[in-house]
């Protein structure tokens, strides 16, 4: 069993950050939230709308696949390793998932576009392609990408793990942005400087288990559970 009993909400405009060692299943709630993994048991709800529930005969069934979209459209995922389209510019990167879903004016993607580069300090990029940027501003292109959806709320699975300190920096700035704007955030992060200053709340999970959650200043300098005191021993 990947994840046991693992139940939290999260408030509009919050930010969560979820924290644990490697293998604990932080990424795959993430992934089950997401739909990029089906799960077989338990509920998920977003804004109300049912996503997956288990009935009184222990069944799992889904919504139909015309709500999942429209539930999936207010989702937005940024992850470790970037995943943008080698073969697009860094505008077409942006554009291209409002183009085909959304049927927005070209004109109108495009200037939406451009202004969410200027967010992420990219506007001088807008033409180049994914290998001639640095993992930072490929990072910083994959959240403006998600963004460009206007999601509800946005999910990062460990964004700057692939980075190094000086990239991670620039794309942790983009993050205290998004919260300052009270953007809805799930964040999985190894960054405890970010889960401590940023996040509105914290989890931590182990095995699959959600082991103690709390607001960061109680996490950080009073946890609850010895396991918890063990990882964060160096951050208390």
Same mark, same amino acid.
């Given at each position: 069993?990947?994840?046991?009993?693992?139940?939290?909400?999260?408030?509009?405009?919050?930010?969560?950050?979820?924290?644990?060692?490697?293998?604990?299943?932080?990424?795959?709630?993430?992934?089950?939230?997401?739909?990029?993994?089906?799960?077989?048991?338990?509920?998920?709800?977003?804004?109300?709308?049912m996503m997956v529930k288990t009935g009184n005969n222990g069944?799992?069934?889904?919504?139909?696949?015309?709500?999942?979209?429209?539930?999936?459209?207010?989702?937005?995922?940024?992850?470790?390793?970037?995943?943008?389209?080698?073969?697009?510019?860094?505008?077409?990167?942006?554009?291209?998932?409002?183009?085909?879903? @959304?049927?927005?004016?070209?004109?109108?993607?495009?200037?939406? *576009?451009? +202004?969410?580069?200027?967010? #992420?300090?990219?506007? /001088? $990029?807008?033409?180049?392609?994914?290998?001639?940027?640095?993992?930072?501003?490929?990072?910083?292109?994959?959240?403006?990408?998600?963004?460009?959806?206007?999601?509800?709320?946005?999910?990062?699975?460990?964004?700057?793990?692939?980075?190094?300190?000086?990239?991670?920096?620039?794309?942790?700035?983009?993050?205290?942005?998004?919260?300052?704007?009270?953007? @809805?955030?799930?964040?999985?992060?190894?960054?405890?400087?970010? *889960?401590? +200053?940023?996040?509105?709340? #914290?989890?931590?999970? /182990? $095995?699959?288990?959600?082991?103690?959650?709390?607001?960061?200043?109680?996490?950080?300098?009073?946890?609850?559970?010895?396991?918890?005191?063990?990882?964060?021993?160096?951050?208390?």
């Amino acid at each position: 069993e990947v994840l046991s009993g693992v139940s939290f909400q999260v408030k509009k405009g919050e930010v969560v950050a979820i924290i644990g060692p490697s293998g604990s299943g932080k990424s795959t709630v993430l992934r089950c939230i997401n739909l990029l993994e089906k799960i077989d048991g338990g509920s998920i709800y977003v804004e109300g709308d049912m996503m997956v529930k288990t009935g009184n005969n222990g069944k799992v069934s889904y919504a139909p696949e015309n709500e999942l979209r429209k539930i999936r459209l207010r989702l937005g995922m940024v992850f470790q390793s970037f995943n943008l389209f080698p073969h697009f510019s860094v505008l077409q990167n942006i554009t291209e998932a409002p183009l085909r879903i @959304t049927k927005k004016e070209k004109i109108t993607v495009k200037e939406n *576009a451009m +202004e969410l580069l200027e967010k #992420v300090g990219l506007t /001088d $990029k807008a033409e180049a392609y994914p290998y001639q940027l640095s993992g930072g501003q490929c990072q910083r292109v994959a959240i403006a990408r998600a963004l460009a959806m206007e999601p509800d709320i946005l999910f990062f699975d460990e964004p700057t793990s692939a980075l190094d300190p000086e990239l991670t920096a620039e794309v942790l700035k983009v993050m205290r942005d998004l919260a300052l704007e009270d953007m @809805t955030m799930v964040v999985v992060t190894h960054e405890m400087s970010f *889960a401590r +200053e940023v996040a509105n709340r #914290v989890i931590f999970m /182990d $095995k699959g288990f959600i082991i103690e959650e709390g607001e960061p200043e109680n996490i950080f300098t009073n946890p609850c559970n010895e396991r918890t005191r063990e990882f964060l021993k160096g951050y208390i």
